[in-house]
């Protein structure tokens, strides 16, 4: 089960990933079909880097994040996981006492800031819940500690005997990181950490995240829906759709120029915040496929502006068509698609006006 | 009223709302939700009030519709409906808030489109039933023809196969469908206002652009006046032709879209505006933020509401008066003591 690793193997990767969910049906809850959440897909994620896990409702993201910190167990493949003692563990195949040594190298950041915190301890018991499961006893110890995690998430040390209602939304949100950062982990997981928080507030939120991984070396999954918050965060995107990624790119060049029909949709149905770039949007029709009962071939054809024959029959594989950048399309090398470019001025906000 | 001439030309607006005042009164003290709201509506355009949460972007809406629930009331301010040319305006914030004139009113000339779709139908009845009650509550025709228009409608919205969609109940549809049905439940009575409360905040992208793009071409078609709420200034970018800021209840800018984007004179729209994650940044690029929170409604800050926040402050001035929404160029209005000095008296 442990591969002994050479130095430059990423931190995490994922192979063949898949997540199937039984339909149940009747008295006798017989399994009558599967929902297929996540459909056989691999990627990678080096040292220091964010990916972002972009898509629409229900194409698979939290279902994947949740796999990767074995909440729950894959249905099938491989999540190949390197250890702060260089090796090479598979998480999707341990037994769930083995992981014990990995878990605190993982961490998760939730959405909701208001209901991950438990609002009978103060932010002190919060933060240092983990330190005193690790082992850490000593009350001074955990104390020192905890002011510094305050420090690191811009929070007054201060408040920390105070309870979750008595802080914003933000603040909340801030108190997840530290808690999150509590046990020195290499790998963070955020799930939509910035979606319900106000404008003002998610600008914030996202600089400190930028910071941290700076400060701490830290390895990002961000789970989003939110386009322009991935352009903001991300090194990497891939891009899914019913269960499986379609594209995947350094953040720049799939917003320049995507190669799926899919990313070029999502991409130009983003509103943009300035009156003078609406324009001819692309709109999808239809809706996204049931995963439970995805059409035959390309997912995504009975939407897609470009489908041939071929897509109604034969499902495409995720393939490289230009260095790092994989996508899952019969006509990505042929199709050329329009991303987002620079507006076409620097916009007039970015200028004082006074 | 200065606020009247934001529309400019052409004729007089279907909804002029003036410094509309809507407080809640709860134990801990009161909320003041909406506290001077004010902006018209004209036929045929859309009306964009933006804000983040808690700011009473929904409160307004309640307020026009005379559905705010206990502990709240309009306190101060006129909601002005012009009817039909000939017909008299009434002053919708006078009425009683009971009547049957407001009922009339209420799903029939100003129809409201919500976020959740799902809390505003009967789990129980189809979607055709509800259409169909609705229609016939306010308009005098048989069941059969009801029913007739309500496919109609389905249809209109993009309903497929709307023929056998009418039997279908709530919980069958998924989100996009669903707030399809509710704009077309909101058309049945061919309002003159339509009000979209963050209508695509629970849709994803896609579906939302399927949806704005619907409210666009209804418009177009029937000439009706929308208010469309949201805190995403890309909806506001995409929708509106006025927009209205909000911040703490108050109305800090408004002004035609064109000019909010690129020439805002705020210093809270400045800054919402350069924080929003751009879709054109450069990826791990730094956003320029506001600093602090939204205060807690029962701890609204003396003078300027944005002042604790604020780069511009005065102090000595902003922590002490209060700004009014007054003119800063031709078709566009702030509050804000860098554009005009306070009045005498510093105390409202
Ligand atoms: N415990 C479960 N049992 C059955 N189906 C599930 C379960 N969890 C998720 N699913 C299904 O798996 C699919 C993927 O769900 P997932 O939560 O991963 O999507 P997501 O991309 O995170 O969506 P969102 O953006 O709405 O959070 C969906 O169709 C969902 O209904
Ligand atoms: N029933 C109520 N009792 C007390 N206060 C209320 C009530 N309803 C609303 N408020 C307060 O009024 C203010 C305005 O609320 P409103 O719902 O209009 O905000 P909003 O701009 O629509 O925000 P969001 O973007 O979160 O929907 C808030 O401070 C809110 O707490
Ligand atoms: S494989 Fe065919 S249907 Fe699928 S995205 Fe490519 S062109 Fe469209
Ligand atoms: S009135 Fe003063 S505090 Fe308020 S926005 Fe203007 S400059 Fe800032
Ligand atoms: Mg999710
Ligand atoms: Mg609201």
């Known amino acids: 089960m442990t591969i002994r690793s050479n130095s430059g193997a990423p931190l995490l990767e994922v192979r063949n990933l898949q997540r199937f969910f039984p339909i149940r049906r009747g008295l006798l809850r017989r399994v009558v079909g599967q929902v297929r959440a996540v459909d056989d897909i691999s990627f990678h994620i080096d040292r220091g880097e964010t990916l972002s896990l972009v898509g629409e409702s229900g194409c698979g993201k939290t279902t994947t994040a949740r796999c990767i910190l074995r909440a729950l167990k894959p249905t099938a493949g491989e999540v190949l996981f390197q250890t702060g003692a260089g090796e090479v563990v598979d998480t999707a195949s341990l037994p769930k006492a083995a992981l014990t040594p990995y878990r605190h190298q993982m961490q998760m950041i939730f959405q909701d800031p208001f209901s991950s915190l438990n609002p009978r301890m103060t932010v002190f018991d919060i933060i240092a819940e983990p330190l005193l499961a690790s082992g850490i006893k000593n009350r001074d110890q955990r104390r020192a500690r905890v002011e510094n995690l305050l420090e690191r998430v811009r929070l007054r040390p201060e408040f920390m005997q105070r309870y979750p209602h008595a802080f914003s939304g933000g603040q909340r949100q801030r108190i997840g990181i530290a808690r999150a950062l509590a046990l020195n982990p290499s790998l963070i997981v955020a799930d939509e950490p910035v979606s319900a928080l106000d404008v003002s507030v998610q600008a914030q939120i996202l600089n400190l995240l930028l910071d941290l991984q700076d400060e701490l070396g830290l390895t990002y999954l961000f789970v989003a829906h939110d386009l322009s918050v991935v352009k903001h965060i991300s090194d990497r995107v891939a891009v899914m759709y019913v269960g499986k990624i379609v594209e995947i790119a350094e953040t720049d060049q799939l917003f320049k120029a995507p190669k799926h029909p899919y990313t070029e949709a999502l991409l130009s149905a983003v509103p943009k915040p300035d009156p003078r770039l609406r324009s001819e949007r692309i709109v999808l029709q239809g809706e996204v496929a049931d995963p439970a009962h995805p059409p035959a071939g390309c997912y995504f054809h009975p939407r897609c502006a470009h489908a041939i024959d071929r897509c109604r029959s034969e499902t495409p594989p995720l393939e490289e068509v230009l260095p790092g950048h994989r996508v899952a399309c019969h006509r990505a090398r042929e199709l050329s698609l329009k991303g987002v470019d620079a507006p076409p001025s620097p916009h007039p906000q970015q200028l004082r006006t006074l | ?348």
Not at chain 2, 43 to 55: D, F, L, Y
Not at chain 2, 142 to 162: D, S, W, Y
Not at chain 2, 294 to 302: F, K
């Open chain 2, 1 to 348: 009223m200065a606020n009247r001439e934001i529309n400019g030309e052409g004729q007089p607006p279907v909804l002029t709302v003036n410094n509309l005042k809507t407080h809640f009164f709860t134990d801990e003290g009161t909320v003041k939700a909406v506290d001077g709201a004010s902006f018209s509506a004209p036929a045929g355009k859309t009306v964009g009030i933006v804000g983040e949460s808690g700011c009473g972007k929904s409160v307004t809406a309640l307020s026009i519709l005379r559905i705010v629930q206990k502990p709240g009331r309009i306190v101060d301010g006129e909601i002005i409906l012009r009817r039909a040319d000939d017909a008299e305006p009434v002053d919708l914030a006078k009425l009683d808030a009971e009547g049957g004139a407001i009922r009339a009113i209420r799903g029939g000339e100003i129809a409201l489109v919500f976020q959740e779709p799902m809390t505003s139908f009967s789990p129980h009845y189809t979607i055709g039933n509800q259409i169909v009650e609705t229609i016939r509550l306010h308009q005098d025709v048989g069941k059969a023809e009801a029913r007739n228009r309500t496919i109609e409608l389905l249809r209109m919205v993009g309903i497929p196969r709307p023929e056998r969609r009418i039997d279908e109940y709530p919980f069958e549809l998924s989100g996009g469908l669903r707030q399809r049905v509710m704009i077309a439940m909101a058309l049945s009575c061919n309002p003159k206002i339509l009000i979209a409360d963050e209508p695509t905040t629970a849709l994803d992208v896609t579906t939302q652009a399927q949806i704005l793009d619907l409210l666009r071409e209804i418009q177009a078609r029937t000439q009706m006046s929308v208010i469309i709420i949201t805190h995403d200034m890309g909806v506001i970018a995409e929708m509106a032709d006025d927009v209205i800021v909000m911040y703490l209840g108050r109305v800090v800018e408004s002004g035609p879209v064109d000019e909010i984007f690129h020439r805002a004179k705020h210093p809270y729209t400045q800054a919402l505006l350069r924080s929003i994650p751009s879709i054109f940044a450069a990826p791990r690029s730094k956003l320029p933020t506001i600093a602090g929170s939204i205060p807690h409604p029962h701890n609204r800050p003396a003078g300027c509401p944005f002042h604790p926040r604020c780069a511009e402050r005065m102090m000595g001035k902003c922590d002490v008066h209060i700004p009014r929404l007054r003119p800063v160029s031709r078709r566009q209005m702030a509050s804000c003591f860098l554009y005009h000095e306070p009045d005498e008296a510093p105390i409202t």
